[in-house]
């Protein structure tokens, strides 16, 4: 069946502009996961949602970052008044729960 | 707090050699390891995943092992392509907060014609 995707694959945004990135997990898998990866860094886990609601939000590395989850399916991370240094891969993985995480290819986000 | 370091940071082979890129992790509490595989400019792809009862998993040139007493696995490559070329990263599932993962930082493969 169909993975992980994840728009768009690109954005090149200004500084202090808002966005938002989407992810559609695997169809049936309750677990949702943002993680982001920077250059010449690991990746970190930012969030996690289990159906809607997300039990850990520790990841998160400012009040600019926000995600949701509709309908136990689709999730946007919004990153509101972008910065510098929030350029980076955005991963979005999904699963069952306590299952294997499988993975989007990402949304490259680069601020000017 | 749960640490996970991948030696070497990169590694170059002639093609057809076997391989063993390693992983250890500072706590050993965990539910589960896997390994994964990244492409420039892609997602993750999912090789392997070991359950902390587990000692390893195979998957056609491709063994992983687990020693969680010790805090160390092994992806050990066998007749290595120069398409297995890519980062390849370990990550572990702590029991404490047993859902998300934590990463090391990946080692870069390049395998030479």
């Known amino acids: 069946g169909a993975g992980v995707s994840q728009s768009p694959s690109n954005k090149v945004t200004e500084k202090g502009k808002d966005v938002e990135l989407r992810c559609d997990p695997i169809?049936?898998?309750?677990?949702l996961y943002w993680y982001r990866q920077s250059l010449g860094q690991g990746l970190e886990f930012l969030i996690y949602?289990?159906?809607?609601?997300?039990?850990?939000k520790s990841g998160l590395p400012s009040d600019r970052f926000s995600a949701e989850r509709t309908g136990g399916s689709v999730s946007t991370l919004t990153i509101q008044r972008t910065q510098q240094e929030d350029s980076a891969v955005y991963l979005c993985?999904?699963?069952?729960?306590?299952?294997?995480?499988?993975f989007g290819p990402g949304t490259r986000l680069t601020v000017t | 707090k749960q640490e996970v370091t991948q030696i070497p940071a990169a590694l170059s082979v002639p093609e057809g050699e076997n391989l063993v890129l390693n992983c250890s992790f500072t706590?050993?509490?965990?539910?589960?390891l896997q390994w994964f595989r990244q492409d420039p400019g892609k997602g993750l792809t999912s090789l392997l995943l070991?359950?902390?009862?587990?000692r390893e998993q195979t998957s056609g040139r491709l063994n992983a092992s687990l020693d969680k007493s010790s805090g160390r696995s092994t992806l050990y490559i066998a007749a290595s392509q120069p398409g297995d070329s890519a980062t390849y990263l370990c990550a572990v599932r702590p029991r404490g907060s047993n859902y998300k993962l934590t990463f090391g930082k990946g080692t870069l493969l390049t395998v030479n014609p």
């Open positions: 706590d050993s509490a965990i539910y589960n």
């Open positions: 949602f289990q159906g809607n609601s997300a039990p850990d």
């Open positions: 993985a999904s699963s069952l729960i306590l299952g294997e995480q499988y």
């Open positions: 169809s049936g898998h309750t677990a």
């Open positions: 070991i359950q902390s009862s587990q």
